[in-house]
């Protein structure tokens, strides 16, 4: 079985040296150049009908699918999977595939229907910020399918730019979910329309009003809606303003939703926020797009925002542009459209 993948797989590299007599133990140990027999053979064997005792040739079709199974379980071997270069466009979300339904049109300011304002759609037994439930809205829908075939994989182009994505902002692949949007725009709104808010809780923002999408979901949903300045993110002027406002007595928990942006004219924010916000009990999007995928790196490993925004070039296209990447912390939010329906 090995000699039917190695051509596909291996590249050609010098041996190690061993001439100036050196032990083998003591060289230096290369990159993965050949994905091991062993994670073959378990990939093959999650195929129906077949199991780890399982040996034969390799057809292109069972290959494609030991890539994608590489790609996704064990991303070390990623450089040695080939994916090809597409149109990044092909990967985001289609906004006619989700039809909006009379309870969706009520939740959307983009439509004239209006009803009664929004209640609380999570329970008050939950003691923290995990499991939110999200208001059925396309993003609920996306995550829920999601979340509920974790063994079917997706394309090769698209894990890769998932992994990108992911790396770029430091955050491991199992706790979140990586969504592709045509444009900022499109991705606030999933964001505006499937958050909770109702009367009672907050809405806080830094984001500018000419970008801010999810501001005039909060609004129509009767949340309180705090315009806070960009001056309060510099932790050497007013921070203590923005702390004060996060420890505002609120009946809710979760309190509500923070959004900022982690750089506003060339101006790098901290991360501390999000840490600061979380331990007051608030969600927190962090609006990372003006930094450069791939060269602005960013370390949220120990802050663990519930919503980022990122920018890919989408360099396939026939006219290069920018795709809007949203990323979504599983722990934060349930993902169970019958829970949704039961508050309703």
């Given at each position: 079985m090995e000699g039917e993948y190695k051509?596909?797989?291996?590249?050609?590299?010098?041996?190690?040296?061993?001439e100036n007599g050196r032990p083998s133990s003591m060289v230096i140990k290369k990159a993965h150049t050949l994905i091991p027999a062993h994670i073959?053979?378990?990939?093959?064997?999650?195929?129906?009908?077949?199991?780890?005792?399982?040996?034969?040739?390799i057809t292109p079709t069972e290959m494609q699918y030991v890539e994608q199974y590489v790609l996704a379980k064990y991303p070390q071997y990623a450089g040695l999977v080939e994916g090809e270069k597409v149109d990044l466009s092909s990967l985001c979300i289609n906004e006619e595939s989700s039809e909006t339904g009379p309870d969706d049109?009520?939740?959307?300011?983009?439509?004239?229907?209006?009803?009664?304002?929004?209640?609380?759609?999570?329970?008050?037994?939950l003691p923290d910020l995990d499991r939110t439930q999200l208001e059925p809205s396309r993003?609920?829908?996306?995550?829920?399918?999601?979340?509920?075939?974790?063994?079917?994989?997706?394309?090769?182009?698209?894990?890769?730019?998932r992994n990108k994505v992911l790396k770029h902002c430091g955050l491991p692949d199992d706790e979140y979910l990586v969504l592709f949007t045509p444009n900022y725009r499109d991705a606030m709104m999933l964001v505006g329309e499937s958050y909770p808010f109702f009367r009672g809780n907050f809405y806080m923002t830094i984001i500018g009003e000419e970008l801010d999408y999810v501001r005039e979901f909060a609004s129509f949903k009767e949340s309180k809606?705090?315009?806070?300045?960009?001056?309060w993110l510099d932790l050497r002027i007013k921070g203590s303003q923005l702390s004060q406002y996060f420890r505002r007595?609120?009946?809710?928990?979760?309190?509500g939703l923070f959004s900022y942006p982690a750089e506003i004219n060339g101006t790098r924010y901290s991360m501390h926020w999000i840490s600061e916000a979380h331990?007051?009990?608030?969600?927190?999007?962090?609006?990372?797009?003006?930094?450069?995928?791939?060269?602005?790196?960013?370390?949220?490993a120990l802050h663990r925002p519930d919503f980022v925004l990122c920018n890919l070039d989408?360099?396939?296209?026939?006219?290069?542009?920018?795709?809007?990447?949203?990323?979504?912390?599983?722990k934060s939010f349930d993902t169970s459209t019958s829970s949704a329906h039961a508050h309703e």
């Open positions: 051509p596909a797989l291996s590249a050609s590299i010098p041996k190690s040296p061993t073959v053979a378990e990939a093959i064997s999650t195929l129906h009908g077949l199991d780890l005792r399982w040996s034969g040739p049109r009520r939740k959307s300011p983009r439509n004239g229907f209006r009803s009664e304002p929004s209640t609380p759609s999570f329970g008050s037994n993003l609920l829908d996306i995550l829920t399918k999601k979340s509920s075939f974790p063994g079917s994989f997706i394309s090769i182009p698209e894990i890769q730019a809606v705090i315009l806070a300045p960009e001056a007595k609120c009946k809710h928990t979760p309190k331990r007051n009990s608030w969600h927190v999007l962090l609006d990372a797009t003006a930094l450069v995928v791939g060269e602005d790196r960013l370390n949220l989408n360099t396939q296209n026939a006219q290069p542009s920018k795709i809007t990447c949203l990323l979504i912390r599983k």
